[in-house]
């Protein structure tokens, strides 16, 4: 009777996969049918009924064997069914499937050893006859229907054992590439988080104007270059090639610190106060700069979109930031308040040296240890007396005008201001003013040791007083 019910099941058109409403937060499931491993436990629930009837006298121990069978079945049905909102019920279930199936494999087991009947080893003929039916299409218990229904329970117990170890096979690579899609993409919870915050962030994006009221810290303000921002003098330009740059990143929110995202635009402005004070730079209004946030975080730099013409020769500098959803650095946006004080960079640090710090003195030098100016013509203003300390014996020095060179050995040569050259007297009072000998060597020609006044000769050949 109950093999004629199992035929005419098989005859009925197979039941189409369920189907429910899918969404990006739930994905499809329900299609157990199409499960090699459901087909494959449907025929051992079938096949194991009809065993117990023929073979199995004790009410009790069929009862057991139907549930262990029937419970491999159902769970994978169930497990296929909630795995729309929970892979951790898949998991747990497909997990109880594959038990039920260990536990109905061992009473297959017991019942050959109790009853002295052989076990087929994988690989006999027998075996292998079963196993191959595994890669026809479309199997069902018609497929098997010869050997499940046969008198021998030899026969029977073994083509169940060999359709258990297919569907255990199966099951165990089920569960793998759910582990693994676990790890990948997360559970329910993880999709239902991410999809509400998605929404919550279109919603405020579409329903009202971002209140754009902090710039929550830290955010980096650097100068980066060793010449531009620090100069010895306000006249002072960097080198060629230093980028007149300011990075900026900070992360925005709204009012209710939710994380922003999309397209925002920031105007910079750089002011000499915290608050109120005269702004220092652009000159006119500053120009957008245009930057992407994501997760509320962003990154641009000052001086793109405006040229920062700025000589930082003061260490009060305050950086206003306007940000606003639109192009216009006047209307519709917000200041993001404190302003923030730039601050130096180490490189810019140690650039504020050549203006001299009163404590450490300022050297420019190459590889080779000398001043290298590629310039046709050096110009140097002074406000007060200019000297050159020599390592060794001379110096050079100015004052008010006067030009001195000196050594520790011979005195000094002076040339005044006047035009008056002095040697061994600070104070010439002639064009040419001097304390001490004077020495025309090789007096022998008429053209060598010669005095000149306007032209002439005025000296020549002249000798000491003594003949020497």
């Not at 369920?18 to 199409?34: E, V």
């Not at 109790?114 to 006859?129: F, M, R, T, Y």
């Not at 693994?180 to 998605?198: A, H």
């Not at 030098?365 to 140097?380: C, F, Y």
């Amino acid at each position: 009777m109950l093999t004629q019910i199992i035929q005419m099941a098989n005859k009925k058109k197979e039941h189409p996969s369920n189907k429910h409403h899918t969404s990006d937060l739930i994905p499809p499931h329900g299609g157990y049918r199409k499960l090699k491993s459901y087909q494959t436990t449907e025929i051992i629930c079938d096949g194991t009924a009809v065993f117990c009837e023929k073979f199995v006298p004790s009410y009790k121990r069929s009862e057991q064997m139907n549930g262990a069978a029937r419970s491999g079945k159902q769970n994978i049905a169930e497990a296929s069914q909630v795995s729309g909102t929970s892979k951790k019920s898949e998991l747990k279930l497909i997990n109880v499937a594959r038990g039920s199936l260990e536990e109905l494999l061992q009473d297959f087991l017991d019942y050959l050893r109790q009853n002295d009947l052989e076990l087929w080893d994988k690989d006999s003929p027998q075996a292998l006859a079963i196993r191959k039916l595994a890669y026809r299409k479309d199997k069902s218990y018609e497929t098997y229907k010869t050997y499940l229904e046969s008198d021998n329970p030899e026969v029977v117990a073994n083509t169940l054992i060999c359709l258990i170890h297919q569907a255990n096979f199966l099951l165990d690579r089920q569960i793998k590439a759910l582990e693994n899609e676990f790890l990948e993409k997360g559970g329910f919870s993880e999709r239902m988080y991410r999809k509400r915050t998605k929404h919550r962030k279109e919603q405020q994006k579409s329903d009202r104007k971002p209140k754009l009221r902090s710039l929550l810290l830290p955010f980096v303000l650097s100068v980066l270059s060793v010449l531009s921002f620090f100069p010895a003098a306000p006249e002072a330009r960097a080198a060629a090639g230093v980028p007149k740059l300011l990075n900026f990143q900070g992360r925005l929110t709204d009012e209710n610190d939710n994380l922003l995202d999309g397209t925002y635009y920031i105007c910079f402005s750089i002011y000499d106060a915290e608050s109120a004070g005269s702004k220092l730079w652009p000159a006119g209004d500053p120009s957008p700069t245009s930057v992407s946030v994501s997760n509320g975080v962003f990154s641009t730099q000052v001086g793109s979109a405006d040229t920062l013409t700025l000589d930082f020769t003061d260490d009060t500098y305050y950086l206003n930031v306007y940000v606003n959803d639109s192009e216009s650095c006047t209307t519709g946006g917000e200041d993001l308040t404190p302003r923030q004080q730039i601050a130096s960079a180490g490189y810019a640090i140690t650039a504020s040296n050549l203006a001299g710090d009163g404590t450490n003195d300022v050297q420019i030098k190459n590889a080779g240890g000398d001043i290298d100016i590629d310039s046709a013509t050096l110009t140097a203003d002074f406000t007060s007396a200019f000297s050159i300390d020599g390592v060794g014996a001379s110096n050079v020095t100015t004052d008010s005008g006067n030009l001195t060179l000196s050594t520790t050995t011979s005195g000094d040569i002076l040339l005044d201001s006047a035009g008056n050259v002095g040697i061994g007297t600070t104070s010439p009072s002639q064009s040419l003013d001097l304390v001490g000998a004077m020495e025309l060597e090789d007096t022998t020609t008429s053209t060598t040791g010669v005095v000149y006044k306007n032209g002439i000769r005025f000296i020549h050949n002249f000798q000491h007083p003594t003949g020497d």
